[in-house]
């Protein structure tokens, strides 16, 4: 099966800097079936990025994926107030399950 | 727009069991495959388990394989989870989830807010 593997743990960054975030598979996944998730304490998670790169209904510019094979990342350009959360990858299609990564908490410095 | 609240959660001793129910509206609910999801509190996400547009396909996480069954209602634009030989493990937040298509492949396009279930003597 594979695993997804989020880098780093913690991201301490003040507003205005730029995020980049790591998702590593174990083994080489199709660019297609990669999406990013945003998730802030005691609200349903969001879809973010599906594809790899392309970007969900009313998301953001700053906000973007890219990467393939085993290493894909989100970056997230000039960080606001409201990006600071928990961000996590998912491999899709990739029956009988979805696997998320581990996640990567984006806090203010 | 497009909602989708859970209900069902509770505080369930292990060995017991426990039916979640999620409401939807805003979309056309039998076009599109549905999930569980959970998060232990603290912990990230982990996928529990999916379900076809038309019930025909019905998947499972290993952890919880023959102890729950996902069911749908589209007559009531519903989705249901019953969870039967709780353990301990199983406490959690569960999220009922909205597929981008048909078939239980993901991404997850929409998530509802949560129901915390706690297994707990």
């Known amino acids: 099966e594979i695993v997804l593997t989020q880098s780093p743990g913690t991201l301490s960054l003040s507003p205005g800097e730029r995020a980049t975030l790591s998702c590593r598979a174990s083994q080489s996944i199709s660019s297609s079936y990669l999406a990013w998730y945003q998730h802030k304490p005691g609200q349903a998670p969001r879809l973010l990025i599906y594809g790899a790169s392309d970007r969900a209904t009313g998301i953001p510019r700053r906000f973007s994926g890219s990467g393939s094979g085993t290493d894909f990342t989100l970056t997230i350009s000039r960080l606001e107030p409201e990006d600071f959360a928990v961000y996590y990858c998912?491999?899709?299609?990739?029956?009988?399950?979805?696997?998320f990564g581990g996640g990567t908490k984006v806090e203010i410095k | 727009e497009v909602q989708l609240v859970e209900s069902g959660g509770g505080l369930v001793q292990p060995g017991r069991s426990l039916r979640l129910s999620c409401e939807a509206s805003?979309?056309?609910?039998?076009?599109?495959?549905m999930h569980w999801v959970r998060q232990i509190p603290g912990k990230g996400l982990e996928w529990v388990s999916g379900?076809?547009?038309?019930?025909?396909?019905?998947t499972y996480a290993d952890s919880v394989k023959g102890r729950f069954t996902i069911s749908r209602d589209n007559a009531k634009n519903s989705l249901y989870l019953q969870m039967n030989s709780l353990r301990v493990g199983d406490t959690a937040f569960y999220y009922c989830a909205k597929d981008k298509n048909l078939a239980t492949t993901g991404p997850i396009t929409y998530w509802g807010q949560g129901t915390l279930v706690t297994v707990s003597s």
């Open positions: 805003g979309f056309r609910f039998d076009d599109y495959a």
């Open positions: 998912q491999h899709y299609d990739s029956s009988p399950s979805l696997i």
């Open positions: 379900i076809s547009w038309n019930s025909a396909t019905m």
